[in-house]
Nanobody, 121 residues
Framework: QVQLVESGGGLVQPGGSLRLSCAAS????????MGWFRQAPGKQRELVAS???????SYADFVKGRFTVSRDNPKNMVHLQMDSLKAEDTTVYYC???????????????WGQGTQVTVSS
């Protein structure tokens, strides 16, 4: 089992910045993919950014050039630096872990509880 705990959400003015962090804990020895999704009320959850082991970051078009995803593998953490925030970025952001290795097998699709980001003046 994997537990994901997010932090760093809050209220920021348009054009401002926030940094989300997510810490993974539990019984595993490697997490292949970590990233962030977001979900607005009444809409499907959508990928924001992800980073897999040995790979390059993947971003949704609507955040390219504004958000940066990074990982701290020794600490099992993933971060999302969000700059030039817009009102339309307002929603709940969820941490994601995929292909988690425990013992000799892997499992996928773990989610954090979500953290609210509100961009408003």
């Amino acid at each position: 089992q994997v537990q994901l705990v997010e932090s760093g959400g809050g209220l920021v003015q348009p054009g401002g910045s926030l940094r989300l962090s997510c810490a993974a804990s539990g019984t595993f020895w490697h997490i292949y993919t970590m990233g962030w999704f977001r979900q607005a009320p009444g809409k499907q959850r959508e990928l924001v950014a992800s980073l897999s082991t040995g790979g390059t970051p993947s971003y949704a078009d609507f955040v390219k050039g504004r958000f940066t995803v990074s990982r701290d593998n020794p600490k099992n953490m993933v971060h999302l630096q969000m700059d030039s925030l817009k009102a339309e970025d307002t929603t709940v952001y969820y941490c994601y872990a995929g292909r988690v290795y425990s013992g000799g097998s892997s499992s996928s699709d773990y989610w954090g509880q979500g953290t609210q980001v509100t961009v408003s003046s």
